[in-house]
């Protein structure tokens, strides 16, 4: 079992918005042409399915069967891989791909990133489109370090408190996930990891994995990039041939 198996049933709790950014993804992969899509660290489609249902040909890879399980009830065309960004083969090659909501960072160090970039490269077409949307850590630390969020159901039955630390090289997430059943009361709690990833080491590495840096914006809305006040960083890369 992975942690995300542990947290697959409350994950759209604590993202509910993101049908907002969506309808920049769509545009995105409209404006340079690409039809054919990977989206590493699928979760449970909440991009993924909007898209599939607008019509891209797009498929998924995630390590957490338990998320694969809930895509199967709610998409069952959409295909899934099952494994790991870090070491994957998919027979074929894509004219996108796509690591939204940090999935880039849910590794342990600057060499697994590069191996996750790597393998993008290899299975992207020529000019191919990597949509990287990563947190700017040194904002969001400045604002929530040691800080606590809460999220829940309509009826309250499930209620997940998330707590946000620095601890060494990574940014922490401690899940704290309440349930409420007819068996009574449980509680769940699992550590999420962010890498604290260099922006400059990245850059480099995007270089000498073969990408190009096109563009660069500040959320998944299409706001501009500011270093000093943006939470989130979002860069588009274009395979060199």
């Not at 995630?62 to 998409?75: N, T, Y």
């Not at 590794?107 to 299975?123: D, F, G, P, S, T």
């Not at 704290?176 to 550590?191: A, P, Q, Y």
């Not at 590495?205 to 990039?225: A, R, S």
Request: proline share 3%; aromatic share 8%.
């Amino acid at each position: 079992m992975t942690i995300y198996d542990a947290i697959g049933d409350a994950y759209d709790l604590v993202y509910p918005n993101t049908a907002e950014r969506v309808p920049f993804v769509k545009n995105l992969l409209k404006k340079y042409g690409k039809d054919s899509v990977l989206e590493l660290g699928i979760g449970t489609g909440l991009f993924a399915i909007p898209l599939h249902e607008a019509g891209f040909n797009i498929e998924g890879l995630e390590i957490s069967q338990v998320m694969i399980d809930v895509i199967g009830q709610r998409a069952p065309g959409l295909k899934v891989h099952k494994g790991d960004m870090r070491d994957y083969t998919i027979n074929g090659r894509y004219d996108a791909i796509l690591a939204l909501s940090s999935v880039l960072v849910f590794v342990a160090n600057e060499q697994e990133i590069k191996r996750c970039l790597q393998r993008c490269y290899e299975h992207l077409e020529s000019k191919g489109i990597l949509l990287l949307e990563l947190p700017n850590h040194s904002v969001e630390i400045s604002h929530s370090n040691n800080s606590q969020e809460i999220h829940h159901n309509e009826d309250q039955s499930t209620i997940v408190v998330i707590q946000s630390a620095v601890e060494g090289q990574d940014w922490n997430e401690t899940w704290h996930i309440f349930r409420h059943n007819e068996e009574g009361l449980s509680h769940k709690e699992v550590v999420c990891q962010e890498f604290l990833y260099s922006p400059v080491v990245l850059a480099a590495q995007l270089q000498e994995t073969g990408f190009d840096v096109i563009e660069t914006y500040g959320d998944l809305l299409g706001n501009p990039f500011d270093e000093s006040t943006a939470w989130r960083r979002v860069l588009i890369c274009e395979k060199r041939d």
